[in-house]
């Protein structure tokens, strides 16, 4: 788990009025942390591998 992280996301009137243009920055923080977090826990050697010996999905 990754615990400390502040990443205050709009809600309410303040989300439907946010265009893509400015949810981009909130998509990509969001991505970046599930993918520190899924490294984290194949480090740990907890993933489950989907696919095959030309590519794979790790998911934690």
Known sequence: MIDGIDLPLP??????AAGPGKL????????????AWTGVVYLA????????????????
Do not use: M, N, V, Y
């Open 11 to 16: 809600a309410g009137a303040d989300l439907d």
């Open 24 to 35: 981009k920055r909130f998509e990509d923080a969001l991505d970046s942390l599930i993918c």
């Open 45 to 60: 050697g907890r993933c489950q591998t989907f696919g095959d010996c030309e590519a794979a999905i790790w998911t934690p």
